[in-house]
């Protein structure tokens, strides 16, 4: 059985977020609240946990993991190259529901690093999910905390019951306010390219650049 930590999400004491990163860092998989809804979260740099989401969730291979880091130093240094694009975006929109999508770093795992070479990492607005990485001292995962092809989480009560009993901890906030999904931008070219429309409208996104 999980161990279950509730929480205040508007006043997590240190306490509580460092012993869900200790969690994390020895390599337990996570159900986290993020910026609207439950996430897996796990260590990125560790293949056995990353794994374990796949294998949780059914997700298919060469469906790489989304990631959430801590600041935007922490992008360069541990999950890949930010270039010129990717710097002025981040600048803008992070912490926030903007991902970006950049050549990732050998380190990462394999199951957070697409076929291409890329990662897609955000710095969310969630502070427990910085605070865990920041913690840990690189990015953690970020995929929804369900079964592939399943509806988002917002409340831990409406974890599936195959994915709650199969992580190691639950920390509950309550309900999440749900909503659109982040933002995917491709920004390792000069000109950025959306992958995916959420959160933040592409109008923003480009009128940002000028």
């Known amino acids: 059985m999980p161990i279950e930590i509730v929480i205040n999400r508007d006043a997590v004491g240190a306490g509580l ?13 996570v159900v986290c609240p ?15 946990a990353t794994e ?5 969730k059914g997700r298919r291979p060469g469906q790489p993991l989304p990631l959430m880091a801590a600041n935007l130093d922490q992008v360069a240094a541990r999950v890949g190259t930010l270039p ?3 710097r002025r975006l ?14 990732a770093h050998e380190t990462l795992c394999y199951g ?3 076929e291409d070479g890329s ?7 969630q502070s427990i999910a910085r605070e865990i990485a920041l913690r840990i001292g690189g990015a953690v995962t970020a995929t929804s905390a369900n079964l592939s092809g399943r509806g988002e989480v917002r409340r831990v009560n409406d974890l599936d019951e195959t994915v709650r009993q199969a992580v190691d901890v639950i920390v509950d906030a309550g309900t999440l306010v749900g909503g659109a999904p982040s933002t995917i931008v491709d920004a390792r070219d000069g000109t950025p390219r959306l992958v995916r429309a959420g959160a933040v409208a592409w109008d923003r996104v480009l009128e940002s650049l000028t």
Do not use: K
């Not at 977020?17 to 390599?27: F, L, P, Q, S």
């Not at 990662?119 to 607005?125: G, M």
């Open 17 to 29: 977020v460092e012993r869900v990163a200790d969690a994390v860092g020895n390599g337990q998989v």
């Open 34 to 48: 993020t910026d609207t809804f439950y996430a897996l979260v796990a260590d990125a740099s560790n293949t056995v």
């Open 52 to 56: 374990r989401i796949f294998s949780i």
């Open 84 to 86: 010129d694009l990717g």
């Open 90 to 103: 981040a600048s803008t929109f992070w912490p926030g529901p903007l991902t970006l999508v950049i050549s």
């Open 112 to 114: 957070c690093r697409a």
């Open 119 to 125: 990662a897609a990492v955000r710095v969310p607005n």
